[in-house]
Each structure stands twice: as C-alpha cells, then as structure tokens.
C-alpha cells in the first residue's frame, strides 16, 4: 500500500505561476506551469501587462507628432523603430531621403542593432549566472550609446529620424568616437565568446535546449536573430532592401538546431556583422559639416529688419539645434511638406513662422495623399513592419504594428513544455522579449 501510494504521490503535478514579478520575466509576462517535479508537464503564457494602446493614441496624433510613441516599442533600440515609420511614410509620400541621410541612418540604426543585441546576451547570461558577461556588454553598449546621444541628443527615447531624413547631422566628433565603439566592442565581443562558447555550464543550459525547426518557427511567424537560428537566412537588409544597404557588404548568420546556444551566438556574429556595416558607412561619409551656426542678432534688430523688408541679418540658434540649420539642411532632409521649415525661416520671417504653427497644429498638418502602405526594417528582433492607411487627413485612418517578440513569444509555450524549470529563465532569455514591442 505504502509503494502504490508514493507512486501516486509521484505522478501528482504542481500549478505554479512564474511572474510577472518573477525577475528573468521582466515584470511583464506570467507564465502559469504544470509541473511534475522538475519537468514542465504543461504551460500558458499570459502577456499584455504592458499594453498601452499604441496604435489607437497613434491614430488620434498626427503624423509627425506620433514619432515619439515609436521610441517606446523596443526601447532598446528606437532608432529602428523611428526608421520604420519614416520609411512607410516616405513611402506614402513618394519620398526619397538625401544620401547622406540615408547613411546616417545606416550607421545609427547599427548602432542601435549592437546595443539591442549586446543587451539580450547580458541579461540572457546574467539570468544563467554569468554576472561577468552582463558586465562586460553594459560596458561596450555605454560606447554605443555616447555616439548615438551626442548625435540625437538622447539615449533611448531619441526621436531622431524624421520623414524624408533626420533631425540633424552626426556630431562633429562623431568619427572618433564612432572608432573607439567599434574597437572597444570588438573587444568585448572576443572576450564574451572566450568565456561562453566552451563554457560547459553555458552549454549545458543552453545546447540542445528549446528545440524549434524552421517548419514550426516560420508557422509562428518568426524573424530576426530566433528565425535565423533555425538556419533560415532571411533579413529584411537582404530580402527587401532598403536606405543603401546593396551597397553595403555584410553576411547573414544562421544557426543549425534551432537552440538557445543557436540563438546566443547568431546574436554575437550578427553584431561582427554590424560592426562592418559600420565602419563601411563611416568611409563612406564625408566629414560633418563646420558649424554654421550664424552671429547672434538682438530680437528688436531681427523684427525691424523683417518690417523693412531689407536684408535680414542671420541669427543663432539655440545650441541644441546644432546640425539642423539652413545652410545643412537640404543635405539630411528632403524639402517638401513633410518637413518641418529650417529655424532661421522661423526666428527671422512671419511666413516662416506661420508655417512653422501649421505644421505641428492639429487640422493643419502633414497630409499624405490617400493611400496604404506597409514598411519594414530589419529591427533587433526581426521584421519591424508599419501597416498605414491615410484618408488624406493630418492623422492617420490606421496604424496597425508588425511586432517580431508577438511572433516569437507565441512559441514559448511549445519550446518549455518537457523542459526543466530552470531551462526556462535561458529559454526566455534567448527570445529577447521586449515588453513595449510585444504588449503595445
């Protein structure tokens, strides 16, 4: 009797619930288990604890001013975001950004690709207990950042890509301090993939482990770093190019089994990968221009100068518009409607400043022709899409986000069911789930 019961007692399963308070679950994802000792018997993952509305407070903003919003899907990486939307509605527009914008562009949105993927090893490895490597990513992703703040003015939140270009030029030091990221990644890189590539504790968490075939992965929808892994070799770069990226020589790195180890390392080589684009993009641009900015003029000489209709004196311009003026302008900002006037035009000129209300009020805005489009890009995670319909109105009829961590986290019941409890924390480290991208 004793032996029957404790056979009993053996096969009798645990409801546990993981998050979202659970620290690898970031706060924003909780997964329910059914657990037979150590084995996961069963699972369902429950999301939206980040939902926010994303796409209807885009639909009630204006074209230009729902930029901001794109910044916090994946707040890791929002150049990439900004970038896809401006492409879509470039693409509405019919409108080409200048060359050197479109290589600002690239170099930045690299940039943004290392950090996003410097950031899934970190915590991926430091979830498994490799405090070292997270140490070692945060440093180099602080060098990403310098070049990306100086430039944008801003970390994360950047808003810098505008429809038809961007915001302003590179920094004026931005190629050396662009080289000392790359050189100081590269080594971060090299020693990352001393410590985890035969490190048998990292292999044995992660090698064989979370299992998914390329058949299942693209019926989930998969993109990105997680698809790649399967041995696929999709990339928007490549499948669809966009900005100058035939231009560019880089390779598309693919896994064999489709693992947790799989998804580490096309993360690491995808980031050598970048670091090429980079120093590609930076030979290709030439020095940023002198500044320009102009001498300061007094606002009462400014004023009678536009009332006489002589010559207008040229004016400075607040210091955190630097890049941005006139005489740069056309260089990194295609002219027309979408584009908000030069501030010499509006400190200096009423028609400038008329223009300058109309762009940003409300009724009164960019308007696009009528018409839908859809824009991708290559992000962190995969493909970044922006589904846009315009009624020919200041605000968009529909925005609608093609979010890669929707796709990838879909699977993540199939990949833990089998496994051990302790495989998931690696198991969700390695999908890089972004909370802002997959709740909106």
Request: charged content about 25%.
């Amino acid at each position: 009797m004793t032996t029957r019961l404790q056979s009993e007692a053996r096969r009798e399963s645990l409801l546990l619930n993981m998050g979202p308070f659970h620290p690898a679950m970031h706060g924003t994802i909780r997964i329910m288990l059914e657990i037979e000792g150590e084995r996961v018997r069963n699972a369902e993952v429950e999301i939206g604890f980040l939902h926010r509305g994303f796409e209807k407070t885009c639909e009630n903003k204006t074209w230009f001013n729902l930029l901001p919003y794109t910044d916090r899907l994946n707040y890791v990486s929002p150049l990439l975001n900004n970038l896809g939307y401006a492409l879509a509605v470039e693409k509405l527009f019919g409108v080409e950004a200048p060359a050197r914008a479109r290589l600002i562009r690239v170099l930045l949105g690299e940039l943004s690709r290392i950090a996003d993927h410097l950031t899934c090893v970190a915590a991926m490895a430091m979830e498994c207990g490799a405090f070292t490597v997270f140490l070692y990513n945060i440093k180099a992703r602080e060098f990403i950042w310098d070049v990306i703040e100086a430039t944008t003015g801003a970390r994360m939140t950047t808003s810098y890509i505008r429809i038809g270009g961007v915001r302003a030029d590179l920094h004026p030091g931005w190629r050396e301090a662009t080289a000392r990221a790359v050189a100081e990644t590269r080594k971060v890189l090299k020693d990352v993939r001393g410590l985890l590539d035969a490190n048998p504790i990292f292999l044995k968490r992660t090698r064989d482990i979370a299992v998914i075939s390329p058949e299942r992965a693209l019926a989930y929808g998969w993109t990105g770093p997680c698809l790649r892994s399967t041995g696929i070799a999709y990339d928007v770069r490549r499948a669809h190019p966009y900005l100058d990226y035939d231009d560019f020589e880089f390779e598309i790195p693919t896994g064999e089994r489709g693992d947790n180890f799989d998804r580490y390392l096309v993360r690491m080589r995808e980031m050598e990968q970048s670091l090429r684009i980079i120093e590609q993009a930076a030979s290709k641009l030439g020095a940023s221009p002198p500044a320009v900015m102009a001498a300061s003029v007094e606002p009462a000489a400014a004023i009678e100068a536009s009332r006489s209709r002589r010559e207008r004196r040229p004016i400075r311009l607040s210091p955190n518009l630097e890049g941005s003026e006139k005489a740069v302008s056309e260089d990194i900002l295609a002219a027309g409607p979408w584009a908000a006037p030069p501030k010499e035009d509006v400190y200096s000129s009423i028609e400038g400043l008329i223009r300058h209300f109309q762009f940003f009020m409300k009724d009164h805005g960019i308007r696009p022709p009528r018409g839908e489009v859809y824009g991708a890009v290559e992000g962190g995670n995969g493909e970044v899409g922006f589904y846009l319909v315009s009624d020919g109105s200041d605000t968009p009829a529909r925005v609608h986000l093609r979010a890669p961590c929707f796709h990838i986290v879909a699977a993540l019941e199939e990949l833990i069911v089998g496994l051990y409890l302790a495989d998931i924390i690696p198991t969700f480290g390695s999908l890089n789930m972004i909370g802002g991208e997959l709740d909106r």
